[in-house]
Nanobody
């Protein structure tokens, strides 16, 4: 399983970004794809996840209403649309994959390299 995150960059507070996670190397019908982030000096935290087969979505409480996760089955890509960004959203964002339930960092088996999101005030 290979995961490639992209789409990060510098944005002003209140702005939007869309991150992409290109997945390859496997059939992902039984997988869950998650987005995580890690700010400087902080632990990696769950942001959002989507089950590939059913399309069920899961969000960290602090992201609900601002972030939306979606997928494109034809392209094997999972997106994270981030709106109303705040300086505290500044972090390296990672996508990860797993089989099964749950969204803890430790439960995800496959990780891509992160993409940096910087939100200026």
């Amino acid at each position: 399983v290979q995961l490639q995150a992209s789409g990060g960059g510098l944005v002003q507070a209140g702005g939007s970004l869309r991150l992409s996670c290109a997945a390859s190397g496997h059939t992902f019908s039984s997988y869950r794809i998650g987005w995580f982030r890690q700010a400087p000096g902080k632990e990696r935290e769950f942001v959002a996840a989507i089950s590939w087969s059913v399309g069920s979505t899961y969000y960290a409480d602090s992201m609900k209403g601002r972030f939306t996760i979606s997928k494109d089955d034809a392209k094997n890509v999972v997106y994270l649309q981030m709106n109303s960004l705040k300086p505290e959203d500044t972090a390296v964002y990672y996508c990860a994959a797993k089989v099964g339930y749950g969204n803890s960092v430790a439960s995800y088996e496959y990780w891509g390299l992160g993409t940096l999101v910087t939100v200026s005030s």
